[in-house]
């Protein structure tokens, strides 16, 4: 599989086929990523430093193709969930505050209180694969622009994923994402659910009362309104289960939604953690909404949420270890194919992790028949530059060029353009006091 997922992505590159594959390949392998150019130094990378900046420049791959590449290209062992194969989305903020030369930087903060963040922000979709350790497979990465939202962007997101195939999918999603940009998409597609949190502060409605005969005027939309804070009437199912080691408290009501989506009813479930003494042990429950079958186990629908998580684990490993954010150049082009290099370079970790040589420092525990230990992505890209060059190379050599031919004779470059930072909500102005 990885053989044809390597040649897959070497062919839906457009131009720069040879130095974009080089530029994976090392990234697969790299020690520590400073910066773009630093890629170069590793024995993978066959070409001038120069062609980093080439590659970043005047690559061009087929994004469509590619993601097909990626969804058809999952792993054998990739885990499974009541039936569904579970995705995740979520945003990356990729921060250039001082950038002033960088077009189209919003600002936007991670919640109340917390400090504004300048620069672009990307729209992952990823399928979980495994849980210990936490394994994604990306298929789609694309930034939002500052005339979209991280809600719009990931709706069109799936609706490529719902083209696809036919299998079974289901999408989680954090509370950013329980509006009716997001979930109203749902109505149209064919193979995905959503299971989103809710904040615990939201109120859904009940479905309208039936029409009585000779009844005026239009029919309702809402029925009885539903806090979550405090429900009006008890739940339908609920149960006590162990999740990951602790006591887990179900509860969850049926035939519910939201204002702006009278259309789309769902089963809204309540987890509480519980101690050992069975008190809860956070202040606040969570609460999902799910769009899916209202038969689904509720152990497998809060397991699901709870697996959410792995799309974190592998944005902390891109930035700690594939540079996801280190790319500082004043082309925004530069900055989009940089992220398509990285999430092109974790899939090929994903794909070598059982192909790899298991071998770990003499401080890490081994993995034992009795105790088996998978290789993390970090271990696995320790170990992955020996095993990639072992491989027939599928890039062509290089070319000697000669020597460019410089600026010409008093040139003088124009200086860049100024941008500033765009500000995607605009402080309505309050109304004067009279008197």
Known sequence: ?????????????????????????????????????????????????????????????????????????????????????????????????????????????????????????????VRVIARTPSWCMPQSVERVGSQMTDSQVAAEQLKRLDGQSNRLKVVVADSLYC??????????????????????????????????????GRSRVHGATFKLSAPSRT???????????????????????????????????????LKPDGTPRFKRPLFL????????????????????????????FMKQHLGLTTSRSSALAHHERWVWFCALAYSQLLLIRH????????????????????????QVQRNALAFLLDL????SDTKPAGKGPGRPSGFHPKPRTRHRVIKKTKKTKKPAKSG
């Open 179 to 216: 509006n009716q940009y997001f979930l109203g998409i749902l109505l149209t597609l064919q193979t995905i659910v959503a299971l989103v949190r809710m904040r615990s502060n939201m109120v859904l409605y009940e479905e309208p009362p039936e029409r009585v005969k000779g009844q005026r």
């Open 355 to 378: 192909e790899v040589a298991d071998r770990r420092p003499p401080w890490q525990r081994p993995s034992t028949p009795a105790t088996p230990r998978p290789l993390t992505a970090r």
């Open 1 to 125: 599989m990885f053989d044809r997922f390597r040649e897959e992505v070497y062919q839906n590159f457009i131009r720069r086929k040879d130095a974009g594959l080089d530029l994976i390949d090392a990234l697969t392998s790299a020690e520590q990523v400073e910066s773009p150019v630093a890629v170069s130094e590793n024995p993978l990378f066959r070409r001038g430093f120069g062609s980093v900046y080439d590659a970043l420049e005047e690559s061009r791959m087929d994004k469509a193709r590619m993601e097909q590449s990626l969804a058809g290209n999952h792993p054998a062992d990739a885990q499974i969930i009541a039936g569904y194969e579970v995705y995740a989305t979520d945003v990356t903020v990729h921060e250039h505050p001082e950038a002033e030369t960088l077009p189209d930087r919003t600002q936007s903060r991670k919640g109340k209180g917390s400090p504004l963040q300048i620069g672009h922000r990307y729209s992952w979709l």
């Open 235 to 273: 739940p339908e199912q609920s149960e006590t289960v162990t999740l990951l080691n602790q006591q887990v408290r179900l509860a969850a009501w049926t035939g519910l939604h939201l204002r702006s989506l009278p259309l789309l009813a769902g089963l809204v479930l309540r987890v509480e953690f």
């Open 289 to 316: 909404f799910w769009t899916g079958p209202w038969s689904t186990p509720l152990a497998d629908i809060c397991y699901i949420y709870l697996w959410r998580f792995a799309i974190e684990h592998m944005f902390r």
């Open 392 to 395: 027939a190379p599928l890039a």
